[in-house]
């Protein structure tokens, strides 16, 4: 914060040993405030190689999350306010979004970690407690001086829902001097913030073993036997645009990499057209992680996936039975109930935001209580990066560039909440349009032709 343009700063200053709070007005210096001494952060069970640093409950108790985080309390005497929230939907963690902090009117948060130097990954946790609109809340976040999240909207961002939980972490960020440098800037009324985590990653010591892969080395059409297309007209599903096709012009293995190519065409009652991919029959698995390597296009209107749907999609259906036509069916209940797991979501409107979703029937879209994180990506249209999720019988973990972003327990509670208990297989496609493609606005005719670029699938298990 400028304290040139007149606004107070509140200084949050934690280490994995204690938390210090100062707090400077106007051009003073920090004054030491009542220090509190509070125990570190352990490391997390949320992943082998990712170790927990700071974990803190902003106007809370202490807390322990369902990946295994322990939570401080926030016992920080700070010139800011603590509320309390009620009823947040969206997360396993609820009680984790019932107490927050925001601004005053006349202050931003500011927030220094001394940290190791390295390489760390943030993740903010929020919730919009009042009943506003889209737009009446707005703040940046930077951290190390720059801005990584841009005018983030709480309401906006969990699909125009108060009471929402949002999980948004940015990856990769450098600490060179020994502190860690966080700012909350308001642009338009106060920021908010509900629990914070820092994590350092390091490289995964496990054994896993490859079994199952593509690096799409022969050049022409997809490898016949380890993929199969969905040849489907428009909006079959989500009120997609496109068309898929099993034409070389949509999907071909070129100089190394699977194209996955959107065009604007005519073709049969189609305006455009493109592929959808998947792997079922051949890589078909229970448990185990999948890496995918790719480069996703740039575009108002694109609507990017990499994902998973169960291979007997019938197994928890009660509304029709096997051979019926399920996938955009508005009676037959195979999905949400035998469960969808997204290992990329990605829509051309909001460019450099990257999704991890898990459907199920006890959690989806449709009751509100879709369980789902982001991450800020980094120039995804540019350069490639690896998506990756870890499945076992207790988690689902999806990662951006090997820092997990999103984590999904298995509460023990039914396959309503848990149906991931039946192998599932890979899906590669490249809508346009869509009930989320379009939402940001109407298709950018001139983007096209556009491609996905895939380098490689793989698919590992654990050694046993």
């Known amino acids: 914060m400028n304290n040139a343009n007149g606004k107070n700063s509140t200084l949050l200053f934690i280490s994995a040993f204690v938390f210090l709070l100062l707090f400077s007005v106007a051009a003073c210096k920090p004054k030491l405030n009542d220090p509190k001494l509070l125990e570190p952060a352990p490391i997390a069970n949320l992943h082998p190689y990712a170790q927990t640093v700071i974990a803190l409950n902003f106007g809370g108790p202490e807390y322990k999350a369902s990946d295994g985080v322990l939570y401080v309390a926030d016992s920080l005497n700070i010139d800011s306010?603590?509320?309390?929230?009620?009823e947040i939907k969206g997360s396993q963690d609820a009680a984790l979004f019932r107490t927050y902090r925001v601004a005053t009117t006349t202050n931003n948060l500011v927030l220094q970690f001394p940290l190791d130097n390295g390489r760390y990954a943030l993740t903010f946790k929020f919730a919009e407690p009042d009943n506003i609109k889209v737009g009446e809340r707005q703040f940046d976040i930077n951290v190390e001086g720059k801005t990584v999240i841009s005018g983030l909207d709480i309401v906006l961002a969990r699909d125009?829902?108060?009471l929402s939980s949002l999980v948004r972490t940015v990856t990769g960020v450098e600490v060179t001097d020994?502190?860690?440098?966080?700012?909350?800037?308001?642009?338009?009324?106060?920021?908010?913030?509900h629990a914070m985590v820092i994590r350092k990653t390091a490289n995964d010591p496990r054994n896993w073993q490859l079994m199952w892969n593509d690096e799409f080395e022969q050049d022409g059409l997809p490898d016949a036997s380890k993929w199969q297309h969905n040849v489907w007209p428009a909006r079959k599903v989500n009120s997609e645009d496109q068309a898929y096709t099993n034409r070389e012009k949509n999907a071909r293995v070129e100089n190394g990499m699977l194209i996955i190519e959107a065009h604007k065409e005519k073709f049969e009652q189609a305006?455009?057209?493109?592929?959808?991919?998947?792997?079922?029959?051949?890589?078909?698995?229970l448990y185990g992680k999948v890496e995918v390597r790719a480069?996703?296009?740039?575009?108002q209107g694109t609507w990017s996936a990499i994902w998973m749907l169960p291979s007997n999609p019938y197994k928890y259906a009660t509304s029709c039975a096997p051979g019926e036509d399920w996938q955009g069916s508005r009676t037959c209940d195979a999905w949400p109930n035998s469960g969808e797991i997204d290992i990329l979501e990605h829509v051309g409107y909001d460019m450099q935001v990257v999704h991890g979703t898990v459907h199920t029937k006890a959690y989806y879209w449709v009751n509100g209580e879709q369980r789902k994180a982001s991450v800020e990506g980094r120039n995804v249209d540019k350069e490639f990066h690896l998506y990756s999720m870890e499945w076992s019988p207790e988690h689902i973990i999806v990662s951006f560039d090997d820092a997990p972003y999103f984590y999904y327990k298995n509460e023990g509670s039914g396959w309503q909440a848990w149906p991931f208990d039946h192998p599932y297989n890979v899906i590669l496609n490249l809508a346009i349009g869509g009930s989320w493609g379009r939402a940001g606005g109407p298709i950018d005719a001139s983007i096209f032709p556009l491609r996905m670029e895939v380098d490689y699938v793989r698919i590992y298990q654990l050694a046993e």
Do not use: C, M, W
């Open 271 to 285: 305006e455009y057209t493109s592929a959808r991919l998947h792997n079922s029959g051949s890589g078909d698995f």
């Open 295 to 299: 480069r996703i296009p740039r575009g």
């Open 178 to 193: 020994g502190a860690l440098n966080v700012e909350l800037v308001a642009l338009k009324g106060q920021p908010i913030i």
């Open 160 to 162: 125009n829902n108060i």
């Open 81 to 86: 306010v603590v509320g309390s929230s009620a």
